[in-house]
C-alpha cells in the first residue's frame, strides 16, 4: 500500500517496508548513489530518497528528471542529514512517466502570470499546492462552523430566472442557435421557445432561494459557484468565484453582523491551526506580513461604521482619491482600503448604506433613506463580505420591486414569503476566493480559484 509523503515524513517510528509513489523534485548524483526528492502533494515537503548505484535498477536513474512520476519501495530510516527526520532508502524504484527537458515546471522562480499560463501543472508547484490545500481545508471548515450550529445546507440552483443583485451581469443559458432564434411577431428573440421557455442565466447568488429554506428551516447557508458577467478586469473579480451564503431566520442586522465576525475570525483560526506549514510558507514567501495580520484580525473587535460615518470620515482624510468621495454613491475600493487599512487598522463593518444604491430586497430602515445593509472590509482586500437584513413586510417589498423596475409576477415565489409567515431574517455572502486570499496572502483572485474564468481567459 502507498505512503503518503505526508504520512512517511510524520512517521513515528522507522519502516521495514514502505511504498512511496510521486513526482521527483529534484536529483542529485553522486558516484556511488543519488538523491532525489519526492513530493506528492500531500504535505508542503518532498521526502528525501537515497537510490545507491549498486541497485538493479539503478541504470534508469537519469530518467528521475524533475517532473517524472516514480514509484519507489524501501525502508524508512531516520535520516542523518539536516532538516529533515526521515528519509527513505530504496530497494528498487521505477519511473513511471518520464519529464523530458521541456517540463515548464524546472526548479526556479516562475512568475505567477507564468504558471497561470500552466494552470495544469501549477499545482505541482509549492506555491498552488499549499494554496489549494487550503481552499481544500477552508472549504471543510466552513461546512464544519454552519453544521456544528445546526445551520442545515441548502443547494441553490445554478440555472435562475432571477437576477438577485439586479446588476445585470448575467450570463445567458439557452439552447437557442444565435445564428438563426426563432422570433416572434415583433422581430425580437421568443424565449418561449428556449429550453425553459423562458430567458434564463446563471446565477450571480443564492440567496433568494436560501431565504425560501431559511423560512422553513430557519437557519441554512449555501455554498456554490456563482457567476458574474461584470467586465472588470481586477485582481479582486472573477467571473465563476464560490460563495458562501448563511441566512438567518429571527435574525436582525446586528445578529448578521455578530456572526459574520465569529465566522471569518473561525475560519482563519481553523486554517492555522490545520495547514501550519502551508500558512507558515506563505508567510515566508508570500506575504511577510501575513501572520501579523491574521493575529490582528483574531484579536481585535471588528470596527462597526454607518455609511454615514464612513463618507465623513473619507471626507475629512485629506487624501485625494482617484475616484472623489461622494456622499450617496458606492464607495470605491480605494475607499474601502483606506478605511480599514489606514484609517481604522482593523476589519470594518459598514452598515446602513443608502437605499438608491442597494438591491431590491434590502430592508429599508426607518429613516426611509438608508437600509439595512452591511459589508465586512479586511486590510488588502477590501470588502470580503456583503449582507443585508431582508425586507419581510410585503407592501415595502413588493413597492421596491416596482421601483427596480422589476416584474412582481416574477418574484411570486418570493413575495409569497412575505405572504405567508413572514419573518425578519438576514444573511451574507462571504467570497470564498477573497477569504483563501485573505488567509493565504495571496494578491490575484486568479492564484486562488484552480481554473481562473476572468474577461477573455477560460483555457483549460
Ligand atoms: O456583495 P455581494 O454581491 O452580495 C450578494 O451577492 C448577496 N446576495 C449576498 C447575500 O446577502 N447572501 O457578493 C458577496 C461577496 C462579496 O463581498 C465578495 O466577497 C464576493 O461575494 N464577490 C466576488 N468575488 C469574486 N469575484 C467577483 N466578481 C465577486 N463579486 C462578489
Ligand atoms: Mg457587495
Same mark, same amino acid.
Do not use: S
Given at each position: 500500500m502507498r505512503t503518503s509523503v505526508k504520512a512517511a515524513l510524520h512517521a513515528e517510528a522507522p519502516l521495514d517496508s514502505i511504498l512511496l509513489q510521486g513526482w521527483v523534485r529534484t536529483r542529485r548524483d553522486s558516484k556511488t548513489f543519488s538523491f532525489l526528492e519526492v513530493n506528492d502533494g500531500s504535505c508542503l515537503k518532498g521526502i528525501q530518497v537515497i537510490a545507491d548505484? %549498486?541497485?538493479?535498477?539503478?541504470? $534508469?536513474? $537519469?530518467? %528521475? &528528471? &524533475? =517532473?517524472a512520476s516514480i514509484e519507489v519501495r524501501g525502508q524508512l530510516v531516520a535520516s542523518k542529514g539536516q532538516g529533515q527526520k526521515w528519509e527513505v532508502v530504496a530497494s528498487s524504484f521505477k519511473i513511471l512517466g518520464e519529464a523530458p527537458a521541456d517540463y515548464p515546471l524546472q526548479k526556479k522562480g516562475h512568475t505567477l502570470e507564468f504558471l497561470r499560463e500552466i494552470a495544469h501543472l501549477r499545482p505541482r508547484s509549492n506555491l498552488f499546492g499549499a494554496v489549494f490545500r487550503v481552499r481544500s481545508r477552508l472549504a471543510y471548515a466552513i461546512h464544519q462552523f454552519f453544521q456544528d450550529r445546526g445551520f442545515v445546507y441548502v443547494h441553490a440552483p445554478i440555472i435562475t430566472a432571477s437576477d438577485c443583485e439586479g446588476a445585470g451581469e448575467m450570463f445567458r443559458v439557452t439552447t437557442i442557435d444565435p445564428a438563426q432564434p426563432p422570433r416572434g411577431k415583433d422581430g425580437a428573440v421568443d424565449h418561449t421557445q428556449d429550453f425553459f421557455g423562458k430567458p434564463t442565466y446563471l446565477t450571480v447568488s443564492g440567496q433568494l432561494e436560501a431565504e425560501v429554506f431559511a423560512c422553513a428551516l430557519s437557519n441554512c447557508y449555501t455554498f456554490g459557484p456563482t457567476f458574474r458577467a461584470e467586465n472588470s478586469n481586477t485582481s479582486r473579480h472573477a467571473a465563476e468565484f464560490w460563495m458562501i451564503e448563511p441566512e438567518i431566520a429571527f435574525c436582525d442586522l446586528r445578529g448578521n453582523m455578530d456572526l459574520a465576525e465569529e465566522f471569518v475570525k473561525y475560519l482563519i483560526r481553523d486554517v492555522r491551526t490545520h495547514c501550519a506549514e502551508d500558512v507558515e510558507f506563505f508567510s515566508k514567501f *508570500?506575504?511577510?506580513?501575513l501572520n501579523a495580520r491574521l493575529d490582528f484580525v483574531l484579536e481585535k473587535p471588528f470596527q462597526r461604521v454607518t455609511y454615514d460615518e464612513a463618507v465623513e470620515i473619507l471626507l475629512q482624510s485629506g487624501r485625494s482619491f482617484e475616484f472623489p468621495v461622494v456622499a450617496g454613491q458606492n464607495l470605491q475600493a480605494e475607499h474601502e482600503r483606506y478605511l480599514t487599512e489606514e484609517h481604522f487598522k482593523s476589519p470594518t463593518t459598514v452598515y446602513n448604506y443608502p437605499k438608491a444604491i442597494k438591491p431590491f430586497y434590502m430592508r429599508t430602515n426607518?429613516? =426611509?433613506? &438608508? *437600509?439595512?445593509a452591511m459589508d465586512v472590509l479586511v486590510p =488588502?482586500?477590501?470588502?470580503?463580505i456583503g449582507g443585508s437584513q431582508r425586507e419581510e413586510r410585503l407592501e415595502v417589498l413588493q413597492e421596491n420591486i416596482r421601483h427596480h423596475g422589476m416584474a412582481e409576477k416574477d418574484y411570486w415565489w418570493y413575495l409569497d414569503l412575505r405572504r405567508y409567515g413572514s419573518v425578519p431574517h438576514a444573511g451574507f455572502g462571504l467570497g470564498f476566493e477573497r477569504m483563501l486570499m485573505f488567509v493565504t496572502g495571496?494578491?490575484?483572485?486568479r492564484d486562488a480559484i484552480p481554473f481562473a474564468r476572468t474577461p477573455g481567459t477560460a483555457e483549460f
Open positions: 548505484a %549498486a541497485l538493479p535498477d539503478y541504470a $534508469h536513474i $537519469h530518467q %528521475a &528528471t &524533475t =517532473g *508570500v506575504d511577510k506580513e426607518e429613516d =426611509g433613506r &438608508t *437600509v439595512a =488588502g482586500i477590501g470588502e470580503i495571496v494578491g490575484n483572485i
